[in-house]
Every structure is written in C-alpha cells, then in structure tokens.
C-alpha cells in the first residue's frame, strides 16, 4: 500500500520467507556450509537450530534452490502429522507415488528409490522444518530412515531444524540413538549489528531503492529493537515505513522508529 508513495517495486518486509530477499550473515553462510559438508559425507543427521524468527525456514527454502541438481530433496515444513501422514509427506515431496498405505510398501519403496538414487552418483535429503514439533516417536522413524543404507554410505541424509527445543527434546534417554548420529551441528545467530544495515540494503535494493529511506541514525535503533532477530526488523521497518506513509515523510528518522516501536510494543 505504501510501495508506491516511497517508489518500491513490491513491499520490502513482508512477513512471508521469500528466497528472493536472502541476505547471507556470517550465521547463514556457516549454517549452509554446515549443511553442505554434512550432505556430502554422509555420515549422519545434521541439527540446526535457532530462535523464532532467525530465519530458519528461510535457509530450508534457500537450500532448495541451491544445492546441487543431483541431490534429490524433500523438505516438511510442516510436521503436524500422524507418523503415517509424516512418512507420506516425505515420500511424496520426493515425487515418488506411493498407491500402497502401508508403512512396510512406503518404506521399501522409499528405499528402491534411495537406492536408484545412489547408483546414479545422486544423493537425497529430507529436511525438516519445525522438528522441534516431533515426537519422540516420529524422531525415531526419521531415524530408521536415516539408516537406510548401501554396505558403507547412508543413503539419505536427514536435517533437522527447529527451536532450541529441539535439543532438549533430543536429550530424552531413548532417543540416545539419533543424539549418537548428529555429525554437524549448528546455531543459527540473529544479525550483528553491522549485519542489520546490510540486511535492510539488501531488501530495499530488491524492491528498486537504496538507502535514502532510512536516515542512518535509525540503524542503531532497529538492532536495538530486535535484537538482530530478522522477523522483528521486518515488523518494526514495515510498521515504521507505514507510518511514514501516514505522516507525509520520504524518509524514516528517529522519531518515526521510536513512535513505531511504541506502537507495536
Ligand atoms: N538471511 C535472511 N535473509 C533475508 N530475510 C531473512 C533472512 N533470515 C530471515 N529472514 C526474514 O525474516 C523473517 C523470519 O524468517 P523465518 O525464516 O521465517 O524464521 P524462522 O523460521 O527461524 O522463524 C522472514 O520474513 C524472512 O524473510
Ligand atoms: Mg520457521
């Protein structure tokens, strides 16, 4: 609504995790190259965590795009299902049809297809979001599936992302087995404070302006704010530019931060 009194192409902080608008911090790269390394071993379950709004499901969706084309990838964004439910997602976001419901046919079918896979010089992924909804249950089939294996390589390798709960949820004493298996681990940070300009640059550029919205006094206060947690810069810079609107301004300062910040708070 106020794209076209700034001149913006599209709206620049929209709540939506949109690939387009990636912007790679220290964290992000490490978390990718991370990601990247434990994929090419196979050698075990890769963990990434980090708190709401770091950009999590933003790396998945990125990883989708950039991983190379002979690794098949099936991504859950979602893992509020059934264990059946689940094991269907999985096997269906990597396009194999599964006619037969029950979870011996999935499962070996999943395996042909690891299988045909591997003998291609391929590899697969399953990557899920939100694992921290998993229950222990669930942790332990995506386990077995993990396992599936050729005499010394595993087939499929598995990434788990979620809240620092996770973890905690790991350290149950009968889920030793997939706590034994995490071979690469990595915390995803919120943004440094030098990181927050670039982060804001980077989306305003996207949308077709540089830096003559936001005065550069402001900065200090949106890492303030957010803690360099992404989604709240997105919240207070949508929230700030809108007022801005309202109030006839080109530009962003001081006052329309802090006012914004009393808004939303
Ligand atoms: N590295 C990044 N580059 C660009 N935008 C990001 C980045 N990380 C997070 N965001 C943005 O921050 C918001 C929250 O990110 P999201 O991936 O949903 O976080 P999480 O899954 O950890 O809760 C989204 O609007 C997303 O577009
Ligand atoms: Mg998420």
Avoid: W
Wanted: positive net charge.
């Amino acid at each position: 609504m106020y794209c076209r009194h700034y001149g913006f192409k599209k709206m620049p902080f929209s709540a939506t995790s949109d690939p387009d608008f990636f912007f790679e911090s220290d964290s992000h790269r490490e978390a990718y190259a991370a990601i990247e390394f434990g994929i090419s071993q196979r050698k075990g379950i890769i963990l990434i965590t980090g708190e709401v709004g770091t950009g999590k499901t933003t790396l998945c969706k990125k990883l989708l795009n950039r991983l190379e084309k002979n690794v098949k990838v099936s991504l859950v964004l979602n893992p509020y299902f059934s264990d059946m439910q689940l094991l269907q997602a999985i096997v269906e976001d990597f396009g194999i049809s599964t006619q037969k419901k029950n979870r011996l046919e999935i499962i070996k079918t999943l395996n042909a297809f690891l299988i045909e896979q591997h003998a291609k010089g391929g590899n697969a992924v399953l990557i899920i979001d939100e694992a921290q909804h998993l229950t222990a249950r669930q942790l332990e089939q995506v386990r077995l599936l993990s396992n599936l294996e050729t005499s010394d390589e595993k087939l499929l390798q598995l990434v788990l992302v979620g809240q620092p709960e996770l973890i905690e949820n790991l350290s149950k004493y009968r889920l030793r087995q997939i706590r034994q298996r995490i071979f690469v681990k990595h915390k995803l940070l919120p943004l440094e404070e030098n990181e927050v300009k670039q982060y804001i640059h980077v989306r305003l550029n996207d949308v077709g302006k540089k830096n003559q919205v936001i005065d550069d006094e402001c900065y200090k206060i949106i890492y303030e704010f957010s803690g360099g947690i992404p989604r709240l810069i997105n919240m207070l810079c949508d929230r700030a530019l809108l007022m801005g609107y309202v109030r006839e301004k080109s530009r962003l300062d001081e006052t329309i931060l802090r006012d914004s910040i009393k808004e939303i708070a």
